[in-house]
C-alpha cells in the first residue's frame, strides 16, 4: 500500500523518528493507527456507564455534595482521571 502525505504529516512522522520515540515510518503510523482504533471503541459499555452515573450520584446523596453547575459528562471524565 502506497501512503501519500501532506508536508505536514511528513514532518510529523519525521520529527518523531528524529525525537527517538519511533525507530521506523512503519512504527510511527501503526502507533497512529492504534491509537484512533482506540478513540473509536467506547471506554465503557453503556450498562458500566449507567453504574457509574448510579453510584456517582448515590455519592452525592451520601456525602451532600451539591451539583449546582457540574454535568455528568464532568463527573464522568472526572472519575476517569483517578
Do not use: C
Not at 15 to 31: A, C, P
Amino acid at each position: 500500500m502506497n501512503i501519500n502525505l501532506t508536508p505536514e504529516q511528513e514532518k510529523i512522522v519525521k520529527d518523531e523518528l528524529k525525537s527517538g520515540h519511533f525507530r521506523t515510518v512503519e512504527e510511527v503510523i501503526d502507533e497512529a493507527l492504534q491509537v484512533l482504533r482506540e478513540r473509536e471503541q467506547p471506554s465503557m459499555p453503556n450498562g458500566a456507564q449507567r453504574e457509574a452515573v448510579r453510584e456517582m450520584l448515590a455519592f452525592v446523596e451520601r456525602n451532600r455534595a451539591r451539583l449546582e453547575g457540574v454535568s455528568v459528562k464532568e463527573l464522568i471524565h472526572e472519575g476517569h482521571r483517578l
